[in-house]
Every structure is written in structure tokens, then in C-alpha cells.
């Protein structure tokens, strides 16, 4: 048995949760989402839990049953309290700024990139500390824009320069200072 599937999904207050064969409708304070899933897969609603359950131990079957109960948290999670992904920008005269709700980045290109916000997502810019915050209530949805936003301008190995995630570490590089130490 799945350790992850077998763990009933805790619903909060403020959440409506509302199951249909395998369409999942899930509807909060940060907004609302619904997910269709995999006939396998059971999913059943009882005193406020959502539990999963699996008819067969296939390994397809198996494999869906933790992933449809981590989904279904995520959901539930996300427009109880949102999702928040956190980037940096390192080098001089990288930035960005806020122009009404659209992210306009400065990176060293000849122009600033402009990326508008997809339905359900936010950003907030701290231009003391160059972070930019994208924050909404799927989580899917945050990760790719957050990934977009990175591969802007992703870090270069030699001087880690360019726009990468809060705490992520940069493999470095030697430069050509390095290359000819040891030769005599």
C-alpha cells in the first residue's frame, strides 16, 4: 500500500469540497479548482477527510494512487492558503518592476522582457533584495511560471549572474585563471 495514498486528505474550514464519480471540484478563500482522474483510482469524501483507494496493486495503479491523493492536497491546499515560489536576480543592473500587474524584467538584453500574469497568478517585486515573488493557488501553474520567469535569463556557471530560485545552488565554474595553474 501507498504510504502517501494511504493518508486521508484533511478538508479545513472555509473549504467546499465536492466529489462526482472522478471529477473533484474544490472551492476556497484563494479561489477554485476542479481535476477529472483516473477511473482506477476511488476517491470518496467522509467527515471532512477525502480518501483514496486503489482496486488493484498494478504497478500503473500503485503509481496513480499517491499521486492523485497529492494532487487532491494540493488543491485543497492551495485555495485554502495559496502557493508562493520565490526568484532572484544577481548581476549589475539586472531588476525587475512592477508596471500595473505586468513583470518587466531588466537582464542585459537590448530590451526588457514583459511577461503578463496568467489567470490566478500574482506578482510582487522587493526591489531592495531583487526577489520576485509568483504566488496562486495551483500549484502546477505557479511552477511553470516560475520556471518561465527563470529561463529568462538562467544562471551562468562562471559569475552566477542571472535569475534563479530562492536557496538553489549554483554549480560554479573555474574561469581561464584556472585552466593553466600546475603547468610549468
Given amino acids: 500500500m501507498s504510504r502517501i495514498g494511504r493518508l486521508p486528505v484533511i478538508v479545513p474550514a472555509g473549504v467546499q469540497i465536492t466529489i462526482e464519480g472522478q471529477q473533484v471540484h474544490v ?4 479561489g477554485e479548482m476542479q481535476k477529472l482522474f483516473k477511473p482506477e483510482i476511488g476517491i470518496a469524501l467522509e467527515a471532512s477527510q477525502v480518501i483514496v483507494t486503489r482496486g488493484s496493486d498494478e504497478p500503473r495503479i500503485r503509481a496513480l494512487h499517491g499521486t492523485t491523493r497529492a494532487i487532491i492536497n494540493s488543491m485543497i491546499t492551495g485555495v485554502s492558503a ?21 513583470l518587466v524584467i531588466y537582464v542585459g ?29 495551483d500549484k502546477e501553474l505557479v511552477g511553470q511560471v516560475a520556471a518561465n520567469i527563470r529561463e529568462v535569463r538562467p544562471p551562468e556557471p562562471y559569475k552566477g549572474k542571472g535569475i534563479h530560485y530562492l536557496g538553489e545552488r549554483i554549480r560554479r565554474k573555474a574561469g581561464k585563471a584556472a585552466k593553466g595553474k600546475g603547468k610549468k
Fill in 27 to 30: 472551492k476556497g478563500p484563494k
Fill in 82 to 102: 495559496g502557493f508562493t515560489k520565490v526568484l532572484e536576480i544577481d548581476g549589475v543592473g539586472y531588476r525587475a518592476e512592477m508596471d500595473g500587474k505586468t
Fill in 109 to 137: 538584453y537590448s530590451h526588457p522582457v514583459r511577461m503578463e500574469p496568467p489567470e490566478g497568478i500574482s506578482f510582487d517585486v522587493e526591489t531592495k533584495t531583487r526577489q520576485v515573488k509568483v504566488m496562486g493557488f
